[in-house]
């Protein structure tokens, strides 16, 4: 850090996180602390407000041991930066961009402020490249295209973590070998959570594109705030500045959430909806909007944070707020992992909005957006039916409802569901499509076209239908 | 303004967030816009006590610290007008996006200025006063073609009344130049440029309100035949993440039938802005044959811009389309999301320390919210002529509940309210203004509007909505007992239902044909609905199977309506019609045998 700045021992109060000084001057809001611990540890700190003589600092490396007498504060006069350089990708480092993997500092690195700054909507590129991730739950029904942030709303002990890796694993851009990089922020999670995903990238052989932030569930849960920016910073660089293409994994922003809720009731700040501070939007879309491609670069950040709902409450104001904020959602549904379906994704909650722009023709194929759309509307006529059977029981219903039961089940296991390592084109995704839709009657498709009817309903060959 | 504002400097005490604190600000006046700190940051003053201001300030305030100097600037937060507004975008506080990309890059950096409107672009002049003539608030003064489209009119500005002394002749000036020289009344001379300014917290003068009469046609079935909202009217949607708002929101600024479109992306996503502009250019309204983005001005303020500058973005976007509204044009403002804009008041609110009243907003937050949604409205403007404002605000009620504290108070203050559902949405049915539990209080006033266009358009649409309402009641019903439990009739009933939502609800803004529904093509689909009602209420009620019905040559052809036939083809329409008609006849035939 360039700039040593004076060193205060005015400390007056500590309060959870926070660090009170005393008769400073010339500190500037947001800059960077440093707090000497009584036993000569460094800690970094962050200045939250100030006035003409006194500050707030919040502290991320944790307030214990510190004591009003023997704690120090130095301000930096700058605000956090951290070093970016093509050479971290295949590194580990900390929440706060320092080496966790026990090797020096990358060399030629630049140092960025890791809020960046707001991307100016006119300066962007509107993203519609189509990314192949060879899961039909995302490529048929929840498209994800490059430069999207799209959100995994999970439950603690559903495989959103198995999910993220496959995805990693798999995704491709139709057509095009390209010069990728794929960037890892952890907050708050066990450290076998973090193995898992090591070795995940280090078995598919793409360990050395992987920059890992990792602030673990020891390490204080401040850092967990500075984590996905150090992290959405260094892939601004590569994917802006290097042109790569970047996939950002974020995992888990409930713990993120949670540590905002700490300083802020630490501050007294006048919570909103479940003790979260109100400014909680703004801060999550501080974070999400760091996605997407520009007009005048060649690169992409395209974003999956993962979240798990507490209780599995979507209305929860994490999930709630990152729906909002996030181009779309992939829901887990406990039901359908207790019935054994990987990946679990739910069929209705889930939604890509920038789906539309990226499908069709000369894109993936022509007749995708309205198989979509008719799958769509008959799962959703499913999930009717199989309520009313719950009723008047199944042997009472109609026949073609019959057949929509017949059609919800195979949707399910053979569309939806696939295997871990099951990687399928968008080709093989959309023929499965039609496959189950054929179990409905013609007149019952109305989404779809008459020349697709008669192209794809009625003149392939009938697949056996698994009973 | 005043020209020695450089003499009134404060200094920061305080910085908290977007908030800072300065003292030595006794000239400071409420609301008054002053430059903060080093970089010149701008902001504005919301309290002044014993001659310490506080500031909200429009920029990120980083690296901001106490002893820094405040200038103050003696004059509103205010918007530049004039033409070369339309086809532009701005931020919150009116900087040009695409000429701050020119200047700084791809990121905003702070403290970044540039003219809202180029003051080296020349404009053909066409005066429209001579020497002598007397010019009071809103009497033109020449006008600009802005646009093939839009005709710019220069009104005299609310605070000039006197006689003309000189203007220049026809020709190409810049924004700047003075056009002309006014002699006041009340003593003096004063210029009139292109360029004018308005506080944006003002509403700008009208002679007086008008009553509302004519729809604004929106080419949405569900909302024209529904539940229209009024040229001049307000309007919101409120709905849970996902459910359509913004889909909703973009169709409207497409195929709305007003002259100028003014699209507030307030605290949204910066994706959203970026399709928009990459779409309207591109699009052709089907009304002047020119790119839809002639006509529009977008004010993005996305979510992750400084909060404050968001707060100010829908006052900023108002007062643009009141500048436009006092010309003559009937102008929308799309606000997508107020619930952003909220929460950018509680934001601000808490950082201030002040009580909160429901879930920590603000409690000014209705009078707030009352005071944006009354600008809009139906005016005779100063120069005597119609115009009008409609808003249609987005409402973001958290977990899709609507009985938070936003959305109750939003549906105060507007007369139409499209409530969207998430089990629509779910099903992919949009728009998914749900038909239970959304109102408009425009219907009577614009009902006279339709019957001119189309005599049977009331009776047409209360059919329709009868059914729906019958259906809901059924499939209360249905649940428990199984649909073909229930006897003909009503299983009839809900296949009409059905009908009507697939065929006439649901309605693809992707699909060339469907986007957009003309009003001649809806009264022709709400005809055909009725008839095919009646008729087959008839068969069933004299024996007849509802399998036959079902069974209809056409039926198919009816249900895809939307789509297959074009708007105005009135032969493909009189070919449906007769397709289905003789079905219905050999139908009936069977009973009169």
Known sequence: MKMPGLEYSGVKNIDGPLVFVDNIRNVAYDELVVITAPNGEERMGQVLDVTATSAVVQVFGGTDALSPAGTRARFLGESLRIPVSREMLGRVFDGLGRPKDGLPMPLNADYLDVNGLPVNPYAREYPRDFIQTGISAIDLMNTLVRGQKLPIFSGNGLPHNRIAAQIARQARLLNEEVDFAIVFAAMGVKHDVAHFFIDSFQSSGVLNNVAMFLSLADDPSVERLITPRSALTLAEYLAFTEGMHVLVLITDMSNYCEALREISTARGEIPSRKGYPGYLYSDLASIYERAGRLRDGSGSITQMPILTMPSDDISHPIPDLTGYITEGQIVLERDMFQRGIYPPVAGLPSLSRLMKDGIGKDRTRADHPRVASQLFAAYSKVKDIRSLASVIGEEELSPVDKLYIQFGHEFENRVIGQGEFENRTIEQTLELGWDVLKILPRAELLRVSEEELQQYYDQAPQVETLR | ?593
């Open chain 2, 1 to 593: 303004m005043s020209s020695d504002h450089r003499e009134h400097i404060g200094e920061i005490i305080r910085v908290n967030g977007p908030i800072v604190e300065a003292r030595h600000m006794e000239h400071a006046g409420m609301l008054e816009v002053v430059e903060v700190g080093a970089m010149r940051l701008i902001g504005e003053v919301i309290k002044v006590h014993r001659g310490a201001a506080t500031i909200q300030v429009y920029e990120n305030t980083s690296g901001l610290s106490p002893g820094e100097e405040v200038i103050c600037t003696a004059r509103p937060l205010s918007v530049r007008l004039g033409p070369g507004l339309l086809g532009t975008i701005y931020d919150g506080i009116q900087r040009p996006l695409d000429r701050i990309a020119a200047i700084s890059g791809a990121m905003i950096n702070r403290g970044e200025k540039a003219d809202p409107l180029d003051p080296a672009r020349t404009w053909h002049f066409q005066p429209q006063c001579k020497p002598g003539d007397r010019v009071t608030t809103g009497t033109p003064f020449g006008e600009v073609q802005e646009t093939l489209s839009i005709n710019h009119r220069l009104l005299t500005p609310p605070d000039v009344s006197g006689t003309i002394v000189s203007i220049v002749p026809e020709g190409d000036y810049t924004g700047e130049h003075h056009l002309a020289i006014v002699k006041l009344d009340k003593g003096g001379e004063r210029p009139l440029t292109m360029f004018q300014h308005w506080p944006v917290r003002l509403p700008r003068p009208v002679r007086q309100r008008l009553s509302l009469r004519q729809p604004l046609l929106t080419g949405l079935r569900v909302i024209d035949a529904f539940f229209p909202i009024a040229k001049g009217g307000a309007a919101a949607i409120p709905g849970g993440f996902g459910t359509g708002k913004t889909m909703t929101q973009q169709a409207l600024a497409k195929w709305c039938d007003a002259h100028i479109i003014v699209y507030i992306g307030c605290g949204e996503r910066g994706n959203e802005m970026t399709e928009v502009l990459r779409e309207f250019p591109e699009l052709v309204d089907p009304r002047s044959g020119r790119s839809l983005m002639e006509r529009t001005i977008l004010i993005a303020n996305t979510s992750n811009m400084p909060v404050a500058a968001r707060e100010v973005s829908i006052y900023t976007g108002i007062t643009l389309a009141e500048y436009y509204r006092d010309m003559g044009y009937d102008v929308a403002v799309m606000a997508d999301s107020t619930s952003r804009w909220a929460e950018a008041l509680r934001e601000l609110s808490g950082r201030l320390e002040e009580m909160p009243a429901d879930e920590g907003f603000p409690a000014y937050l209705p009078a707030r919210l009352a005071g944006f949604y009354e600008r809009a409205g139906k005016v005779e403007t100063m120069e005597g002529k119609e115009g009008s404002v409609s808003v249609i605000g987005a409402v973001s009620p958290p977990g899709g509940d609507f009985s938070e504290p936003v959305t109750q108070h939003t549906s105060r203050f507007i007369r139409c309210f499209w409530a969207l559902d998430r089990d629509l949405a779910n099903a992919r049915h949009y728009p998914a203004i749900s038909w239970k539990n959304s109102y408009s209080e425009y219907l009577v006033d614009i009902t006279d509007w339709w019957k001119n266009q189309d005599l049977d358009w009331a009776t047409n649409r209360q059919v329709i909505m009868e059914i729906l309402q019958e259906e809901t009641a059924l499939q209360q019903i249905a649940k428990l007992v199984g649909p073909d439990a229930l006897p003909e009739g009503q299983r009839l009933t809900l296949l009409i239902a059905d009908i009507i939502k697939n065929a006439f609800l649901q309605q693809n803004s992707f699909d060339e044909v469907d986007m957009y529904c003309s009003p001649g093509k809806q009264s022709w689909m709400m005809a055909m609905l009725v008839k095919f009602t009646l008729r087959t209420r008839d068969i069933i009620r004299r024996g007849g199977a509802l399998a036959d019905i079902q069974k209809l040559p056409g039926l198919d052809r009816f249900l895809r309506m939307k789509s297959e036939i074009p708007n105005g083809d009135t032969q493909a329409m009189a070919a449906l019609e007769q397709l289905l008609s003789n079905g219905l006849d050999a139908l009936e035939r069977k009973f009169v045998e």
